[in-house]
């Protein structure tokens, strides 16, 4: 089957790190996306890993362990407009025509 | 560039109504996709597209059809609407299959009464 767990809800501070994880579970991988979606807009694209290790892009970096399943999106430098939520995806077939998306994780930063 | 455009942006319907959702993209991409967003919920896939002519099932195809007779539209289809289709749908595209980095349209909100 097709699972992908994320937290509900996170809180962290201004100019503090945070560390949102996924795990996912599907019938095939190719490829963990994270998207980030303020409310009451549309997600947008901010980061893909295939292989393992970590992909680092400014202030957001990705890591990606695939025999465990287990990705997390790491923000370092919180800033208020970091507060949206964080969708984890996978393309679980052979290519990535279908992405799996995870419920989600509401991250609020306060001052 | 536009990127991906949706239209009605909200709309309100009556059980058993039907109505078409509209979806172009700028981008000349192949790759376009319909999803649904319940509050609290990720996304599920309706229906794709990997290109003019060729429309697939996603996880909650029923009470919906696609077409697709160009590469920019990819408009969605209800037909006798019912109270479970009240959510928010997004059309996304993409360029290639590979690194699939999906641009979202603003979404419609849709509600069924």
């Given at each position: 089957?097709?699972?992908i767990?994320q937290?509900?809800?996170?809180?962290?501070?201004?100019?503090?790190?945070?560390?949102?994880?996924c795990?996912?579970?599907?019938?095939?991988?190719?490829?963990?996306?994270?998207?980030?979606?303020?409310?009451?807009?549309?997600?947008?694209?901010?980061?893909?890993?295939?292989?393992?290790?970590?992909?680092?892009?400014?202030?957001?970096?990705?890591?990606?362990?695939?025999?465990?399943?287990?990705?997390?999106?790491?923000?370092?430098?919180?800033?208020?407009?970091?507060?949206?939520?964080?969708?984890c995806a996978?393309?679980?077939?052979?290519?990535?025509?279908?992405?799996?998306?995870g419920?989600?994780?509401?991250?609020?930063?306060?001052? | 560039?536009?990127?991906?455009?949706?239209?009605?942006?909200?709309?309100?319907?009556?059980?058993?109504?039907?109505?078409?959702?509209?979806?172009?993209?700028?981008?000349?991409?192949?790759?376009?996709?319909?999803?649904?967003?319940?509050?609290?919920?990720?996304?599920?896939?309706?229906?794709?597209?990997?290109?003019?002519?060729?429309?697939?099932?996603?996880?909650?195809?029923?009470?919906?059809?696609?077409?697709?007779?160009?590469?920019?539209?990819?408009?969605?289809?209800?037909?006798?609407?019912?109270?479970?289709?009240?959510?928010?749908?997004?059309?996304?595209?993409?360029?290639?299959?590979?690194?699939?980095?999906?641009?979202?349209?603003?979404?419609?909100?849709?509600?069924?009464?």
């Open positions: 089957g097709q699972n767990d937290p509900t809800e996170m809180t962290a501070t201004e100019g503090a790190i945070v560390q949102i994880n795990t996912y579970q599907t019938s095939g991988f190719n490829g963990l996306f994270w998207y980030q979606q303020h409310a009451g807009e549309a997600p947008t694209f901010l980061s893909y890993n295939v292989l393992d290790g970590l992909e680092e892009k400014g202030r957001f970096s990705s890591f990606l362990s695939r025999s465990k399943g287990y990705s997390y999106l790491l923000l370092k430098e919180l800033q208020m407009k970091d507060s949206a939520s964080y969708l996978v393309g679980g077939s052979y290519n990535t025509d279908k992405l799996i998306f419920t989600g994780t509401r991250l609020q930063v306060f001052p | 560039n536009a990127g991906v455009t949706q239209t009605p942006k909200f709309r309100i319907l009556k059980i058993g109504q039907s109505m078409t959702l509209q979806c172009t993209q700028d981008m000349n991409h192949n790759y376009m996709y319909w999803y649904r967003q319940d509050p609290g919920m990720g996304l599920k896939l309706i229906y794709y597209s990997v290109g003019a002519g060729i429309t697939d099932k996603g996880e909650v195809p029923n009470g919906y059809n696609v077409s697709r007779s160009t590469t920019e539209d990819f408009p969605l289809r209800l037909e006798l609407a019912a109270p479970s289709q009240t959510s928010v749908y997004f059309c996304a595209s993409s360029l290639d299959r590979v690194t699939n980095e999906q641009f979202f349209g603003p979404g419609t909100r849709l509600t069924v009464l």
